[in-house]
Structures are given as C-alpha cells and as structure tokens.
C-alpha cells in the first residue's frame, strides 16, 4: 500500500538540485522519494550530463535508463549560471527552498557566488548540502572526483578478490552511492536542528570519506593490530578477515554462500572428518585456504537443494547464491514489492526499483519518470514570481 504525498515525511519541503551524474542526483531522489519537491536545476538544451551517461544501450527516449530512475518524480528549471538574469531568478527561488545540493568540482560554485556562505545571507535557514570527491584533503582537492578512482584511493580494492588477484574493484558505483546516502542522512539531520532553532546549515561529505567510513568495521581492526595489511583468501575470498567457511562454493547445480559458524559441526553435517576434529576458531583462519578447499570439495558432489535440507534445518547460516532471474522469480522478492513503473504523460514507462523504507507499514512509490530539460521552468518562474 502506498501512501499519497501528503502522509510523506518530507511533504511541503523546497529542494534545489543543482546536481549531475549520481551522487547528487541519488541524495535528492532519496528526499523526493519521501514527499520533498525537488526542483532540479540544468543547464538550458543539454542539461544533467548524467542525461547521456550511458550504462548500456538501453535508452528512454533519447536518455538513458538509469538517469529516469535516480531522477524519477523531480521537476526541471533550466538556467545559465553564468547568465545574471538566471542567477538573479535562482537567487530568489533559494531564498525561498529549505534545501539546496550541489556536486561541482571545488571552486566552481564559489565563483559562481553559489556557496554556502553566500546563499546564507539570503536565506539563514537554508540548509545546503555539498558532495565532492575528497573533502578537504588539499592533495587531491584538484584531481577528478570520481567513483573508480575514490576507490583506488580508499584502499577499498585490496578486499575483493583472492589473494592472488590484483586490485579489484566493487562492481557498483559505491562511492557515489554512499556519499548520496550520507549526505541525505545529514541534510536530514541538519533539519531536525532546523526545527529546534530556526537555522540553516551546511552539510558536506566526500566520495573517499564515504568510502572510509564504509570500511569502519575493517579499518578498525587494522588500526588496532599493528596496523598488519588484510590478508585475503587465496581461495573463495569473501572477507579478508573471516575465517573458513566464510564463502561461496560451487554445488552440483549452482553456488551456495557460507557464513560464520562452527567447523566442527558443519563437518558432522557436511561430513568431513578433517573439520569435525577442529576445535579452536584461530585455526579457521590460520588453515583457511586448506579448509576452503575441503569443503568446496564436499559440496560439489550434491545439489544446492540436497545441501539446504541438510544444513537449514541445523540453523548453519547458509543460502542460494541467485542471479537476477532467480531473485525476481523468488516468492521473498515479491513479497518486498521493491519494482515500480515509472511513467510520464505520453505513456512512456520504465521499471526500478522503490524507496527501500517503510512508514507506518507502508512502502512510497513514485511513478513519475524524470523531466525533459526545463520541462517546469515557466510553471515555476510564474508560482515564485521570478519575471
């Protein structure tokens, strides 16, 4: 059941979104998703460069897919920035949002007179948010602020992968992702002391602090052990510092994922006399590859389904390694309802997925596909009087 606007969290908020590509773009969809009014503000004729930021061939009427679903239920202001007419309209439209986000590259929106400290005096409640590639790290203050390389420089790529294996990257835009989700957790933050005292505030996060604060757990241990180098599995890596079983092995008919647990039960169940012998869960560690390899050796000869009836009802943690079809064929995936169809006045549609929060037991869906490029500038020039 989906709830109309006006029982959305954020129903009756102003949201400026001078964003492009994904990180921006994903901090506002979260604050559209839950009722704000997001006004995305692109230059005339292009606009978002994200309109043409390609993942595959698969288009929505000259834009590409995924810039619909991060830019679903937005509005659309074309202005030049660099025009004075245009400036003074977005001055007066800011004067009257309650928050405004930008990812330009640093110093771009400073000469642009667009900052937080120059906004400020036109509107003190303002709260604005600011994403870039590596906050106030000086060294790389100028260098391209952009996922791959934030990765390459948050030590992230020497997790994945065996240990044989060079740097290797997640497969996901995440530092885009987490710094979009972190600054919307501030911006919200930043609210709530709004509606305490009256004032605005600025917000900001980084590409390679998100990708920092997304390896906490494991940056901690390291920090704290002498600052060893993580050690990852020769065979089956799918944590550098998890011991055996902790993995994904092949079966007769597919992959099955192992957690933590016991060695010693899981070699009763699986039946493997060298594992049942192990007592002590440093020697999962220190025998790790050993061990990994005796059980990918066991599974190989059953099917995933023979070994699930076996270890699920032993409440060993373990599940179905499923690709895509799989998972949308799955009675859980369902049950989540986590597709939309995103749709615009012509009938054009596209499918995504929702808001991945609930309130009150109910999901928040938003059907609209993203804007044509200044698709709402005159609607909104005449609702604020902006000339």
């Not at 799918?238 to 647990?261: K, N, R």
């Amino acid at each position: 059941m989906t709830p109309d606007n006006h029982d959305r969290p954020l129903q009756g908020l102003l949201v400026l979104d001078f964003c492009q590509f994904l990180s921006g773009p994903l901090a506002t969809l979260r604050l559209a998703d839950m009722g704000a009014r997001v006004v995305k503000i692109e230059r005339p004729g292009s606009g978002d460069i994200g309109r043409t930021l390609y993942l595959s061939d698969t288009d929505v009427h000259g834009e590409n897919t995924l810039f619909h679903a991060i830019n679903r239920n937005k509005e659309s202001f074309a202005a030049d920035l660099k025009n004075p007419r245009d400036l003074e309209a977005l001055h007066k439209l800011i004067a009257r949002a309650d928050v405004m986000v930008q990812n330009f590259r640093p110093g771009v929106i400073e000469r642009l007179k667009l900052d937080y400290d120059s906004l400020s005096t036109i509107n003190p409640r303002l709260v604005y948010g600011s994403i870039t590639g590596y906050g106030d790290a000086a060294a790389w203050r100028e260098r391209p602020g952009q996922d791959l390389l934030a990765q390459a420089r948050s030590g992230l790529m020497w997790l994945s992968g065996d240990e044989q294996d060079p740097p290797t990257p997640m497969a996901l835009a995440v530092a885009d992702m987490f710094a979009g989700h972190n600054l919307c957790e501030g911006i919200l933050a930043c609210l709530v002391r709004r509606g305490v005292t009256g004032r605005g505030g600025l917000v900001e996060t980084s590409l390679l602090e998100s990708l920092i604060d997304f390896q906490f757990e494991v940056l901690t241990t390291h920090m704290n052990d002498g600052r060893r180098p993580p050690r990852r599995s020769g065979y089956r890596n799918a944590h550098a510092y998890l011991a055996a079983p902790y993995g994904v092995y092949d079966t007769a008919d597919g992959h099955l994922a192992l957690a933590m647990g016991s060695l010693a039960v899981l070699g009763k169940l699986l039946g493997i006399p060298e594992l049942e012998k192990i007592k002590d869960s440093t020697e999962g560690f220190l025998r790790r590859d050993e061990l990994k390899r005796l059980i990918a050796n066991r599974l190989r000869a059953h099917t995933t389904e023979h070994w699930l009836s076996i270890l699920d009802p032993a409440d060993i943690w373990c599940a179905e390694v499923l690709d895509w079809p799989k998972m949308f064929a799955s009675e859980g995936f369902k049950q989540l309802e986590m597709v939309q169809t995103l749709q615009d006045a012509r009938g054009l549609q596209i499918l995504t997925t929702r808001l991945p929060i609930r309130f009150g037991h109910h999901i928040l869906k938003s059907p609209k596909l993203a804007p044509k490029v200044g698709e709402h500038t005159e609607a909104i020039k005449k609702e604020f009087g902006l000339g």
